[in-house]
């Protein structure tokens, strides 16, 4: 077979297909065919050449990686009800299972994609599985111990949900992200307004002809942040699509908007002589001001005290949740009118089911009391017998909002039994043992009459009359629980025939039987679980609600989702505590090193890739700086396995629990967490290279002083002292050889003090674009005017965006800092005052101007690659391909090359799955390794010519290290797959 050894320019800008009427609609093999060079402009409307090849790969190598992805339809049966579908998501497989009256007898495991979060049979004959971090979708052939995957779908960033609807069900609905270099759309980062909620519609028909990564009917955008969850009327004719982290109309004001401070350096002005008094904690000690947590309530935006904040807020928030598609319609267009656009439906959305009976929508998910101010007790706002509020444990609330066709929603508390005036008894307690947590899949009897719901939290499938929860008699009751055993139930799938009920258990990785009609446990089946077993072990202690907190509706997952973030700023300051001394290790000069004990607002960092990281939380408060003498790699300041250890005070904080937990508990806990890494980023290009104006901006971030600096050698009057990139350090090689996950992503993890209100540990800046959607910003007597500052933007999807309280709407307006600017060496800077701070002149002769055109574009560059900084993971890692020789071999084989290319670089374990018995390749050395002892190992082109439509090749790229395991030894027991 002849194939292409050249990387086409599609492959390189990201665009994987041009939208068309069917997966088989792609043009002619050449790919500067003109649907393709469509998709390349919407893209980067440049199509400028890549002008580097990336930098040097991390040397991280694990033979396992995790990721964390959370599960949203990981079990299905097939229509005939005689096969139960999994996702084994950590081992990146499908198991099939024959369905026993006795049981469940393992048919087959299949390969797929990396991180396998949902699966549905289309029939009884064949399933899709999304694969979240390989932005795919394997449609499998089910065909027994024979069973492959024969077509795989490229489609946008982790994709989440899938359904079958439409006439005779054939059209696919999947959930992605608005970004992704499979997508062929422009992902409009920088554009106000912009809905990041995507759906990619496919004719399952059309998939089974030649399209190489298949090519969708349309690809529809809803006004909300990501997607996760699908579900569909019984007439198949509307789909319903959810938002995922779809916050609750909250925002945060921006804390520089006021009169500037009048007062020298040093000493900072007392908090009485601030424009607004930011106040004393219990010991009498001044707080720094800080930004506000603001509602908007329809009309206008609301602080907690019920002060009106319009004037500083330049955008507003409809919080529309779940929207409705007619899936009949060609192609498939969203419904428009108050019954098919659902708002203020919950913060965090997990899933949907709809009532085959009466058509009303059940949505699974946590409202968050981020508005509740303070961590701990409050007493010093009230007293001991009667404390003011705080959040201390009730965090966010477990609900099913009901949604019903004259667009009513009705939020429903799943745990109203809950006193939370009174915390915090001693566990077990009848409270909760009775509380449910965390609610996340659900199946429905066909009367519509019976809802199961699967609580991740409370590891127990809670049981519901459906009439009782619209209505909102029902009682909650642990009679109506069901404990199954493992725990972290995710997924449900359920046999009314059989009176059985299948369920997913997250944290053993295994399948549990339900009796329906006894409700109880009565079998199951394990699934190969490859991870490690302090990772099983800890698990639970992110997700565990009845061993977290005393009310058993709280966790460390009641923010942090999945391990991630909700989206959202919290002022989790606690007014009881006092100021204490920061002991940590700085970039520059301090004049204050202490920790205010009333922090205000701060947005939830996630738990991900936090290992080589340093302290912990924005201000680095949680570190190991008083254990032990601080030196890198892991001593102190740098040890962050103490510093994660710090948190367990949150326990009786914030979660509400009636004490700390055991050492050994935070042990596991902190062990398992710091194995959770970050994604690969999902817009860079898949070479690993940078675009023009990308390049501009790294050139910047890591080249001239662009960063002025008063505290740098105690002089105050000093020139620009600082580039970007000394304090957000790229170093993929940083402590190699002494952590298992070497680099700096962003951060140098010293501290740093810069001129705002309260120092700050120096952040990564790995997740940046996951913080789009916010847009407007206020105008600032301390920050350098910015196009569009100042001016309404209408409305958004997200109040909070970057930096600590996340009151910046985007990394461009923040580039606007005075620090930035170039002060007295452009007279028509409009600010050279260093604020908050008078008598502090700016000179900065390489800072960036405000005024000029090429100022202006330097900081749009910069703010184009804070979109696409580097992570631990290069672009490539998680992309598929399959092999045929009828889906257009020069599209497929492109792919495949820049597969292998980038793998020489070293940034990727190419694997390869497929053929006619099924075999595992591992690529090295520029040969194929085999899953057999003795077989020679093929030449590239030699396995090429191996597949055909019948017995196709899947090659992935997984994470390095990850290869052998996925490919040539699933256990690691030293006898190949293809020998056992």
């Known amino acids: 077979m002849a194939f292409r050894t050249g990387v086409a320019p599609w492959l390189i800008l990201g665009s994987a297909v041009a939208l068309g009427a069917s997966c088989s609609t792609v043009g002619d093999d050449d790919p500067q065919n003109e649907g393709v060079g469509e998709a390349e402009e919407a893209i980067a409307p440049t199509t400028e050449d890549p002008v ?66 949902a699966v549905v049979a289309r029939n009884n004959h064949e399933a899709w599985v999304v694969n979240h971090l390989s932005d795919s979708v394997s449609i499998v052939d089910l065909d027994g111990h024979k069973s492959r995957v024969v077509r795989t779908l490229l489609v946008g960033d982790e994709p989440r949900d899938i359904v079958f609807a439409g006439s005779n069900e054939k059209r696919a609905f999947i959930t992605t992200a608005h970004r992704g270099q499979n997508s062929p759309i422009d992902p409009q980062l920088s554009t106000p307004g912009v809905g990041r909620n995507d759906v990619w519609v496919f004719d399952a028909d059309a998939c089974h002809s030649p399209a190489f990564g298949g090519d969708p009917e349309t690809v529809l955008s809803f006004f909300s942040d990501t997607p996760r969850a699908l579900a569909v009327t019984p007439d198949k004719s509307k789909v319903y699509v959810a938002a995922f982290n779809s916050g609750n109309a909250t925002a945060t004001t921006f804390v520089g908007n006021f009169a500037g401070i009048n007062n020298p350096l040093p000493p900072f002005a007392p908090a009485s002589q601030l424009p607004i008094n930011a106040g004393v904690n219990a010991y009498g000690q001044e707080q720094p001001l800080t930004s506000v947590i603001v509602k908007y309530d329809g009309e206008h935006w609301l602080d907690e005290a019920g002060g009106v904040r319009d004037a500083e807020m330049m955008f507003t928030m409809p919080d529309r949740d779940v929207f409705a598609i007619d899936a009949d319609a060609d192609p498939p267009v969203p419904l428009a009118g108050p019954s098919n656009v659902y708002a203020h439906v919950g913060t965090i959305l997990f899933n949907m089911i709809v009532n085959p009976v009466n058509g009303k929508v059940y949505v699974t998910n946590l409202e968050s009391n981020n508005q509740q101010r303070f961590e701990g007790s409050n007493n010093f706002a009230g007293d001991d017998t009667h404390p003011a509020p705080s959040v201390r444990g009730r965090i966010a609330f477990s609900r099913i909002t009901v949604l019903d066709q004259a667009g009513n929603v009705a939020p429903r508390h799943l745990n109203k039994h809950i006193d939370y005036d009174n915390c915090c008894a001693p566990i077990p307690n009848l409270e909760n043992a009775t509380s449910v947590a965390f609610p996340i899949g659900m199946e429905i009897t066909q009367n519509g009459q019976t809802l199961y719901v699967a609580a991740v939290g409370s590891s127990e499938v809670a049981v519901y009359n459906t009439a009782q929860l619209e209505n909102d008699t029902f009682v909650p009751n642990v009679a109506n629980q069901i404990p199954v055993s493992g725990g972290g139930p995710t997924g449900l799938a359920l046999d009314e025939g059989k009176k059985r009920l299948y369920v997913l258990t997250r944290f053993d990785n295994a399948i549990k039987i339900i009796d329906t009609q006894t409700k109880t446990e009565i079998g199951g089946a394990s699934m190969y679980n490859p991870e490690p077993a302090h990772i099983v072990q800890g698990r639970r202690f992110l997700y565990d609600a009845s061993f977290s907190s005393s009310h058993g509706d709280s966790a460390c997952f009641s923010c942090h989702i999945f391990g991630d973030m ?59 700086s008083l254990d032990e003498p601080s030196a890198q790699p892991n001593s102190g300041h740098f040890n962050e396995h103490a510093g994660f250890m710090k948190f367990n005070v949150a326990f009786p904080s914030l979660l509400g629990r009636h004490a700390q937990i055991s050492n050994a508990d935070m042990e596991a806990f902190t062990d398992f967490i710091l194995e959770v890494m970050y994604p690969p980023n999902p817009i860079r290009n898949l070479d690993n290279s940078l675009t ?45 050889g002494f952590t298992t996950k070497p680099g700096f992503f962003g951060s140098n993890t010293l501290s740093a003090e810069v001129g705002g209100l309260q120092n700050m540990k120096t952040p990564h800046l790995r997740n940046q674009y996951q913080k789009i959607g916010k847009f407007g910003f206020p105008v600032s007597p301390i920050w350098l005017p910015s196009p569009g500052q100042g001016q309404h933007m209408g409305e958004q999807i997200r109040g909070f965006g970057f930096a600590h309280d996340g009151s910046f709407d985007t990394t461009k307006t923040f580039s606007f800092a005075p620090n930035f600017g170039i002060g007295l060496a452009d007279p028509n800077e409009p600010l050279t005052i260093f604020p908050p701070f008078a008598n502090v002149q700016i000179n900065n002769p ?20 804070m979109m696409v900084f580097e992570t631990n993971f290069a672009p490539i890692v998680g992309q598929q391909v399959t092999i045929r020789d009828d889906n257009h071999p020069a599209f497929a084989h492109d792919r495949l090359d820049l597969l292998i290319e980038r793998a020489n670089h070293g940034e990727c374990d190419l694997i390869v799955h497929g053929g006619k018995k099924g075999e595992g390749y591992l690529y090295s050395g520029g040969l194929f390794l085999r899953d057999k002892a003795g077989k020679p190992p093929l030449s590239d082109e030699s396995l090429r010519d191996l597949a055909d439509a019948d017995e196709p090749l899947t090659y992935t790229c997984v994470p390095r290290g990850n290869g052998v395991r996925l490919a040539l030894d699933r256990d690691l027991d030293g006898t190949l797959d293809g020998d056992e």
């Open 52 to 117: 580097t090849d990336g930098p040097t790969p991390s040397p991280y190598s694990q033979p396992f990686t995790a990721f964390e992805s959370g599960q949203v339809r990981p079990l299905a049966l097939t229509p005939d009800k005689n096969y139960l579908l999994a996702t084994n998501t950590p081992d990146a497989k499908l198991e099939i299972y024959k369905v026993k009256n006795n049981g469940l007898k393992h048919v087959v495991s299949v390969p797929v994609g990396l991180e396998p979060v």
């Open 566 to 624: 909700d989206h959202l700023g919290w002022d989790l300051g606690v007014p009881d505590d006092p100021n204490v001394p920061d002991p940590n290790v700085y970039q520059n000069n301090s004049f204050r090193k202490f920790f205010a004990s009333m922090k205000g607002v701060m947005t939830t960092q996630s738990l991900r890739g936090m290992d080589n990281q340093g302290p912990m939380h924005w201000r680095g408060d949680r570190n190991g």
């Open 692 to 736: 023009p104006r990308q390049q501009l901006g790294f050139d910047v971030f890591f080249g001239p002083k662009t960063f002025f600096d008063p505290f740098v050698d105690g002089d105050p009057d000093g020139a620009g002292t600082l580039a970007c990139g000394d304090c957000h350090a790229l170093n993929p090689n940083a402590n190699a």
């Open 846 to 865: 390489e800072g960036i101007s405000s005024v000029t055109a090429e100022g202006l574009a330097i900081h749009e560059a910069l703010d184009d690659y």
